[in-house]
C-alpha cells in the first residue's frame, strides 16, 4: 500500500489524488495507475482502469487471473467493473469512498454472488495515511 500512496503523490495537478497497483502471483508490479480524468478530459481514466491497461499491456492480454490491484481510495462502480472483467483475484484498498465507493460504502458490486467471478476484498488498509492524502487535496482545492 505504501508504494500506491507514494504513486498517488504523483498525481498530475487538479486531479484526485489515486494511486493503483497490479501485482502478478509472484509479487511483481507488472501496472501502474494514478487519476487523469482532468488531465486527460477522459472520464474513465481512474487510476484503477489506468494500472489494469498498464497491466494487460505488460501480460499481452486482458485476463489478469491471479493478479490483484492494491489501490488508495476505494473503487468506483466503473473500476469495480473493471476489476471483474479483467479477472483480478485480489482487491487491497486504502480510504473508503462513503459518496462513491462500490465495494461497501454505497455499495458492494463486487461481492454480489450472482458473478461468475468472486474478488477476495480488504479494505481500510493504511486508511488514516490515505484519507490524509485525500483531505489535504480537497483543502487546498477549496
Not at 495537478?13 to 508490479?29: H, K, Q, S
Not at 487523469?36 to 485476463?63: F, K, N, S, Y
Not at 473493471?82 to 458492494?108: H, M, N, Q, W, Y
Request: hydrophobic content about 40%.
Amino acid at each position: 500500500m505504501q508504494q500506491a500512496l507514494d504513486l498517488a503523490a504523483t498525481t498530475p495537478p487538479g486531479d484526485v489524488p489515486v494511486g493503483a497497483l497490479v501485482f502478478d502471483a509472484g509479487g511483481e508490479v507488472i501496472g501502474r495507475g494514478v487519476n487523469r480524468r482532468e488531465q486527460r478530459q477522459d472520464p474513465t481514466a481512474h487510476a484503477e482502469v489506468e494500472a489494469i491497461r498498464d497491466a494487460a499491456r505488460t501480460l499481452g492480454t486482458w485476463r489478469l487471473d491471479g493478479c490483484e490491484l492494491v489501490v488508495t481510495l476505494e473503487p468506483c462502480t466503473m473500476c469495480a467493473g473493471a476489476l471483474l472483467g479483467a479477472r483480478i483475484d485480489s482487491l487491497i484498498f486504502g480510504a473508503f469512498e462513503p459518496k462513491t465507493g462500490a465495494v461497501g460504502s454505497l455499495l458492494d458490486a463486487l461481492r454480489d454472488p450472482h458473478h461468475l467471478h468472486q474478488i477476495q476484498v480488504r479494505g481500510g488498509i493504511m486508511e488514516p495515511e490515505n484519507a490524509e492524502l485525500l483531505a489535504e487535496f480537497f483543502r487546498d482545492l477549496r
